[in-house]
């Protein structure tokens, strides 16, 4: 079983809708979960943090369900600019530091 | 404040060849990490430096790949006699020193390497 699993998609939606994606982790001592952006080409760039409350930074919301292993990210009203592979990440920790990435999901926007 | 620096951004290099790619942290970040996105992947951890000491190289293959951060200077990933199976985006990031929390990695452009 894979670290961290998602849906590669892609996911082709209209501008303007809303959009979910989910993700699992195996390693139930992880404290620490991200979802990080990652364009064509490019580097990834953190999107934002994930907490159990609940995490929401304007069209954005994450949410992480311990009990579950599970993560997700709401995007709400969707641009052209959205259109990115967004990657769930889970923070190893401890001593080691290291980001564990899931393989992305595929996001195309469409006008 | 620039941010974090790779070079080169591409590398093209014959199997059996040496290819070194070299990241600068972004100023006042001591951590160093390298992480490699094959085609169709996701990226995967290889190696965490500090200064002058490897942290945890538990990603890194044990063969013909090494990395160092020396006291002057960039961090260096060093992968000898190149293979097809190589051909990958080679990612740093860095962080700022502490260990108390979460410290967000910056991550560099990426080299693109491909052995033919």
């Known amino acids: 079983r894979k670290e961290v699993e998602q849906d590669p998609g892609p996911f082709n939606v209209p501008e303007g809708a809303t959009v979910a994606f989910n993700c699992t982790y195996s390693n139930s001592a992880s404290q620490s979960f991200f979802w990080y952006r990652q364009d064509c080409r490019k580097e990834p760039k953190l999107l934002m943090s994930?907490?159990?409350s609940g995490n929401e930074d304007g069209r954005f919301t994450a949410q992480l369900n311990r009990a579950s292993q599970y993560i997700s990210l709401l995007i709400r009203d969707s641009k052209l600019s959205d259109s990115a592979t967004y990657l769930c990440?889970?923070?190893?920790?401890?001593?080691?530091?290291?980001?564990?990435f899931g393989t992305g999901t595929l996001l195309a926007v469409q006008p | 404040n620039a941010g974090v620096m790779q070079n080169p951004r591409h590398l093209v290099r014959r199997r059996g060849q040496e290819a070194r790619l070299r990241c600068s942290p972004m100023k006042g970040h001591s951590h160093v990490y390298w992480y490699r996105q094959l085609p169709e992947e996701g990226l995967k951890f290889m190696v965490y430096?500090?200064?002058?000491?490897?942290?945890?190289e538990s990603g890194m293959p044990k063969e013909r790949f090494s990395a160092e951060f020396p006291k002057e200077g960039p961090s260096i990933l060093r992968i000898q006699q190149v293979v097809r199976g190589d051909s990958a985006a080679y990612f740093c990031a860095s962080s700022p020193p502490g260990r108390l929390s979460y410290n967000e990695q910056f991550f560099g452009p990426g080299t693109r390497l491909t052995v033919l």
């Open positions: 990440v889970d923070y190893g920790g401890g001593a080691t530091n290291k980001l564990i």
């Open positions: 430096l500090q200064k002058e000491n490897i942290i945890d």
């Open positions: 994930v907490y159990s």
